[in-house]
C-alpha cells in the first residue's frame, strides 16, 4: 500500500531534550516535506527536499533540522525543543513532475512541556 | 515573505446549501493547490490549478484560479454531511515552486 508513514505518532517530552520524528515513504517519491499545524494558523512548511541531500528551508525552520541521506526517509530533528515548537506535525510527500499532488502522513502531535 | 489569506474561517450550512470558500495571495502564484482535511485526519489533496482563469470541477465541486493568478476559490454545490471538514488552499510562487503557503483553512460544518 503505497503511504507515508511517521513515528512516532504522539510524544510528550521536556524542554531541551533533543527529538527526531521519523517521516517515510514507499511511493519512490522525489519531493518531501514537513509541516506544522497550528489552530487558527493553517499548515506551515518548515523545510522541504527536492531530493537526496537536497534540502531548503520553508517559512518556519527556525528550531528544526532535517536530513535527507535516503530518498525514502526525511527525519526531522528538534536539537532543543521548548514550548512554542508544541504542535500537530505533517511529513508529505509527491513527485517532482508537473503535478504537485502531495500524500501526507497521518500526523505526529508532539507536546514540550 | 508571501502570504495566502483564506476567508471565511468556520462555515455552517444547513445540507443542500451550496459553500465557497476563498483564497487571496499577496504575490503571483505559478500555481494554487486545493486540500481537504477530515476531523483528527490529514490533508489530503483534491487538485492543483496552473492556468490563469482555470476552472476545473469534480462532481460537485469547482476549482477557479483568478485571471492574475492571485486569487482562487473552491465552490461547493448542494453540500453533503461527507464534505465536513477544512479545506486549505497551498499556494507557491514562480520563484520556488516547492515552497508551499497555505491558507489558515475554512472550516466546513454541513447541518443534516
Known amino acids: 500500500e503505497a503511504q507515508v508513514t511517521q513515528n512516532p505518532r504522539y510524544l510528550i517530552t521536556v524542554t531541551g531534550k533533543k527529538l527526531t520524528v521519523t517521516c517515510s515513504q514507499n511511493m519512490n517519491h522525489e519531493y518531501m516535506s514537513w509541516y506544522r499545524q497550528d489552530p487558527g494558523l493553517g499548515l506551515r512548511q518548515i523545510y522541504y527536499?527536492?531530493?537526496?541531500?537536497?534540502?531548503d528551508k520553508g517559512d518556519v525552520p527556525e528550531g528544526y533540522k532535517v536530513s535527507r541521506k535516503e530518498k525514502r526517509n526525511f527525519p526531522l530533528i528538534l536539537e532543543s525543543p521548548s514550548p512554542n515548537q508544541t504542535s500537530l506535525y505533517f511529513c508529505a510527500s509527491s513527485f517532482t513532475g508537473r503535478s504537485y499532488e502531495q500524500y501526507f502522513g497521518p500526523g505526529t502531535r508532539l507536546t514540550v512541556t | 515573505g508571501q502570504q495566502v489569506m483564506q476567508i471565511p474561517q468556520y462555515q455552517h450550512v444547513q445540507e443542500g446549501e451550496d459553500f465557497t470558500t476563498y483564497c487571496n495571495s499577496s504575490t503571483t502564484l505559478s500555481n494554487i493547490q486545493w486540500y481537504k482535511q477530515r476531523p483528527g485526519g490529514h490533508p489530503v489533496f483534491l487538485i492543483q490549478l496552473v492556468k490563469s482563469g482555470e476552472v476545473k470541477k469534480q462532481k460537485r465541486l469547482t476549482f477557479q484560479f483568478g485571471e492574475a493568478k492571485k486569487n482562487s476559490s473552491l465552490h461547493i454545490t448542494a453540500t453533503q454531511t461527507t464534505d465536513v471538514g477544512t479545506y486549505f488552499c497551498a499556494g507557491s510562487s514562480s520563484g520556488s515552486a516547492r515552497q508551499l503557503t497555505f491558507g489558515s483553512g475554512t472550516q466546513l460544518t454541513v447541518l443534516p
Open positions: 527536499s527536492m531530493n537526496v541531500e537536497v534540502t
